[in-house]
């Protein structure tokens, strides 16, 4: 008989043992060595059996246990350093600490989290990313208030079928069971927040808190009495369910989210985000939410866009179109439209912010989830610089007549958390002999004195560990498959802790190319069976339940790891989560990754491994594309010219090949008289100094604090200011200049200065007559673009300068001059162009209105002496 419901009972502590519970219910456990340590000795027989988890440990170990520990005064001093340690942290200041006028809160909104594996409300790098973002600012006291959903199936754990068909199975997990503090009102009620639906129902959600070191993560949840069974299912699962049913949790994420962070600010004293970073187009709702408080107060649509547009940061995860969400436009219209429409908010509007550039209308209109994230955030960024470029060229339709290079996107390339990827041997090891690297994360160089005898032993630890939690792991997998114990006596040897280790561990979309390994089987097999320098190669992925051609990628790479001839050597581990990446970026000495270049936005994994003494074999795609040195690793040479995929992927995995048998393995294998690879361990030394301080989630939290929260709070306040007269001027400034647009024109430019035979090192004078129609010069940059041409007279990269007013005529033309210099050789050319010009603009292009000459008859090109 199955139970109608779940719940966990948790356990009473005695007095002196409550300092156990502030421990487990703060996730700062999940990246700290010394707690886990702790919690080890509560039980350390029940503390393997619940795999590490915290609070399944509470639920699990007898009151007599906890009796004895109570009595234990060597435990109860280690409980008290340990309790005081945490307070110290959390209320000790901090880097931010010590910056003038930074934002006093900042909202992080992210569909997924990626914390701790006992927490399981992730599925991939975003969520991964989102949990190092909320770690780093917990470390470096950067005041982010976290929101997310609470899925109560969470995502999907993996299994195989006896064919190797990838099997989905969606566990019920209860929130008393998880690390979690439901939010409550000065009453004792559970705080709740409410979104309208069309045809008078509501979407009821109550509010969990995670604490994340010092930052509070509040997870929505639906499974309320107030809704019915469509709704207490809207954070049932990740990703799971129709369109209907993600625009649901999208709304919940985003509107929802703004209540949430309203409700416990309310209730916990804790300061108002001033700025609201949208990670990735999930929640970009949040920023209607806002537009909708601040209409309600007495601003104008238009007036309450610029207030929240100069707050919000969006960041964009995906160069991948299909990972972008759309939705029928008639569906955002039925939510925002009708019975259920927002009276200040007006529905075309909400259209309009969403309206893909020429996508056409009526039943073939979409609304484009990272569209309106754009439209609504005066600062956007992709998450590495290859990443930013791909994302200029994706979203250019929405700044029509700019260059690609002036497009107002951004790139700051993620990091990731340290404390929670890199091993622990490496860590003490670091910690010994490098100490400023782990407590203030520099004097990166002094990596080059670190014994190469060390840093070997500590790597083989690693492979080791890797091997033996492989090899259990292998073994569970088989025998879930239908396979008896005495068919496995093999896995015993599987793998092996001297064996060149390769990991290849992520999301299984077909872009991320799985299978290029298997490009030629012969060839792969003689790679991992050669006499001298063997490889292993170990493999970890889930396919989206929906991802069918995915699944058949996961199948083939199962296929080919059954033989038995090579089934040692080549493993497949299935469920991958938190625990299994921990294993593999430690214990591999490569990571492989052969995305589709230029499709991997960012690819942290390889900086994970890079931490832990692990060298990159890599597509020169996201963060590898950048910091890539030719001695931190291998870049495989991307075949970028060819058309035909088939081809393209023979080529690529060709030098795969090559690059494993010829480099990779010659280097790993090349040992001195010692037996140390000497070689080897120059490249490693050179990956952990160069890229280590790049690498950090540290320098990615600080980068998005100087560059984007610090100048999007500077930009609210601003507005926000005197009853948000500034807000309301810049607002009507928007609408006169769009209005006043059409009439503005490039009429004359004329030259003069360099004779009929320009020469290098010569000034042109430009002299440019402009209808400014309603506009006064003030409202306008008029401006000379001016460099190498292409052979259809496109300016190629072009430099900028700025033309000043020279005369102003009573009919609205105005004469503007300058100075270009001719500073380059070969062919050279100008133009001239016409922007709108305001203090409070952010980019040059956001407006998106521009004016050029109609015709080039104005522009010279010639050639330099």
């Known amino acids: ?91 000790a200041p901090r880097w931010y600490q010590t910056l003038e006028d930074a934002p006093a809160a900042v909202g992080y909104f992210s569909p997924e989290y990626g914390i701790a594996a006992a927490l399981p409300q992730y599925s991939g790098g975003l969520g991964i990313l989102a949990g190092d973002h909320l770690k780093a600012a917990s470390d470096l006291g950067v005041p982010i208030l976290g929101v997310g959903l609470l899925y109560r199936h969470g995502y999907f754990t993996q299994s195989l079928s006896p064919e190797g068909w990838q099997q989905e199975h969606y566990p019920s997990l209860d929130p008393g069971g998880l690390p979690l503090t439901l939010l409550k009102e000065e009453d004792g009620s559970p705080a709740r927040i409410r979104i309208s639906l069309p045809g008078g129902t509501g979407l009821h959600a109550q509010i969990w808190v995670a604490q994340v070191g010092r ?68 929640a970009g709702f949040l920023g209607l939410e806002r537009i909708r408080e601040l209409t309600e107060a007495r601003l104008s649509f238009d007036e309450a866009l610029e207030a929240v547009r100069a707050g919000t940061v969006f960041t964009t995860h995906t160069p991948v179109p299909a990972g972008i969400d759309r939705f029928p436009a008639d569906m955002i219209a039925r939510q925002f439209g009708g019975d259920n429409a927002w009276p200040t908010v007006p529905v075309d509007r909400v259209l ?175 790679l991992l069976l050669d006499p001298v320098k063997p490889v292993q190669i170990v493999i970890a992925g889930k396919a989206h339940p929906a991802d069918e051609g995915g699944k058949k990628l996961i199948q083939q790479i199962i296929k080919f790891a059954d033989m038995e001839d090579v089934r040692h050597r080549i493993v497949f581990l299935p469920d991958y989560d938190m625990t299994v990446g921990q294993l593999l970026v430690q214990g591999c000495d490569v ?64 030098a795969l090949y090559d690059l494993i048998e010829r480099e990779v393995a010659d280097r790993f294998y090349d040992r001195a008289a010692d037996g140390l690879p000497r070689r080897w361990l120059e490249m490693v030394k050179h990956t952990l100094s160069s890229l280590g301080p790049k690498v950090l989630a540290g320098r990615m939290l600080r980068d998005y604090v100087v560059e984007l929260y610090s100048p999007a709070a500077g930009a609210a306040k601003a507005l926000s200011g005197d009853g948000y007269a500034q807000a309301k001027a810049f607002a009507a400034w928007k609408l006169r200049v769009s209005q006043a647009w059409p009439a503005v024109r490039v009429e004359h430019v004329e030259t003069a200065g360099i004779g009929d035979t320009p020469e290098l090192g010569a000034a042109m004078e430009v002299n440019a007559t402009i209808a400014l129609g309603e506009l006064s010069p003030d409202d306008v940059e008029v401006q000379a673009a001016y ?79």
Request: aromatic fraction near 6%; hydrophobic fraction near 40%.
């Open 787 to 865: 460099g190498r041409v292409g052979q259809h007279d496109e300016l190629i990269e072009p430099n900028h300068v700025k033309l000043t007013v020279g005369s102003l005529d009573d009919d609205g033309h105005a004469t503007f001059t300058g100075v270009i210099p001719l500073d380059r050789t070969g062919a050279f050319g100008y133009s001239v162009r016409v922007v709108p010009f305001h203090p409070l603009m952010a980019s040059p292009a956001e407006l998106g209105l521009i004016a050029v000459p109609e015709e080039p008859a104005g522009m010279t090109n010639g050639t330099l002496r």
């Open 215 to 282: 930052i509070p993560l509040l997870l929505l949840d639906s499974d309320v009495a107030d809704n019915d069974t469509t709704a207490r299912d809207v954070t049932d699962r990740l990703y799971g369910g129709g369109g209907d049913h993600r625009l649901l949790q999208e709304l919940l994420l985003g509107i929802g989210g703004v209540r949430a962070i309203r409700a416990y600010c309310r209730i916990t004293g804790h300061p108002e985000p001033q700025v609201f970073h949208t990670n990735e187009g999930h």
């Open 352 to 526: 309009a912010l969403g309206a893909e550039p020429d996508s056409g209308d009526g039943e073939k209109a979409v609304f484009n989830m990272a569209v309106m994230g754009m439209r609504l955030a005066q600062r956007v960024n992709g998450v590495s610089v290859l990443h930013g470029e791909v994302s200029r060229g994706m979203f250019q339709g929405l700044w029509p007549g700019f260059d690609l290079s002036e497009i107002p996107i951004g790139s700051i390339t993620n990091g990731v958390h340290a404390p929670t990827w890199v091993g622990r041997e490496v860590m003490e090891l670091a910690g010994k002999e490098l100490p400023t690297i782990v407590e203030r994360a520099q004097g990166w160089e002094g990596v080059q004195k670190l014994s190469d005898g060390d840093l070997w032993t500590i790597r083989g630890q690693l492979r080791a560990n890797l091997v033996t939690e492989a090899r259990k792991r292998l073994r569970r997998s088989w025998r879930q498959r239908g396979a008896s114990d005495a068919e496995l006596t093999w896995t015993d040897e599987a793998l092996s802790p001297d064996v060149l280790t390769i990991g290849f561990a992520r999301r299984v979309p077909s872009y991320k190319r799985l299978t290029l390994m298997l490009r030629d089987p012969e060839r792969l097999r003689g």
């Open 1 to 91: 008989m199955r139970a109608i419901r779940r719940f966990t009972v948790r356990t009473v502590l005695p007095a002196e043992l409550a300092p156990l519970g502030e421990l487990v219910q703060n996730l700062r456990w999940s990246w700290h060595p010394e707690t886990m340590d702790l919690f080890a000795e509560v039980d350390p027989e029940v503390w393997e059996r619940v795999e590490h988890d915290p609070v399944a440990l509470l639920g699990a170990v007898s009151a007599e246990r906890l009796r004895a520990l109570a009595q234990d005064r060597r435990f109860l001093r280690r409980l008290a350093d340990a309790a005081d340690d945490l307070r110290e942290y959390m209320t």
């Open 591 to 654: 990571w492989m990754n052969n995305p589709l270049r230029p499709l991997e936005a960012c690819g942290t994994s390889g900086m994970k491994a890079a931490l832990n003494g692990g060298l990159n074999l890599s597509i020169r795609d996201g963060w590898w594309d950048e910091w890539f040195d030719g001695n931190n690793g291998w870049a495989i040479p991307t075949a970028d010219g060819v058309s035909d995929p088939e081809r393209r992927d023979e080529l690529e995995a060709s």
